[in-house]
């Protein structure tokens, strides 16, 4: 065990509570998912969570964005609807689509069910939201985006063109929906 779980486990003995889940700073002995190895990052497993660390985040959706059509995979739109808080992932697609195969193909991150919680952390700051869409796609290296009024929870000025971060997410109980179509190394 890490010295940061020990840690946390301690105050939690000490304190009578259930141990939060420690940072996401000491990989080294848990499992990386690299799926087929064409994705710019990687995901490891952390107990029931997967675990992405320094993604590149970006901003999709809403009225303004000239790139979406604000409909999403899980039918919960982004236009008409400013004050959602929710992500997109690049989760495996194994489908017929050529076009949404040429884009997620290979992902790391396995598909998780429509509204599994995600935990992103940037910045000092922490917000869970559900995930209600598949993206970004390979071609951009990116590793999630967030609606737009998640992005402006870390940042006030984003907007679907103009927002970029760096940050780390868990996907909580991702570890769940793992087959043999994502590759542990």
Known sequence: MNPFAKFFQSLAAFFGKP???PPMHDLSELPILRGDGTWPWSA???GDDIVVINARATCFGGSN??????ETASGIPTKGNPTLLACSLPMIYTGSSKALRKALGGSPLPKVPWRTA?????GGKVLTVPVIDLGPAKYTGNAIDLTISAAKFFNPSATA???EMRCDFRIING???LTGKATYK
């Open 161 to 163: 063109t103009r927002f």
């Open 19 to 21: 141990s939060p889940k």
């Open 118 to 122: 995600v935990e992103i952390r940037s």
């Open 65 to 70: 964005d000239p790139q979406d059509s604000g």
């Open 44 to 46: 490891h497993v952390d």
């Open 175 to 177: 570890a769940h929906y």
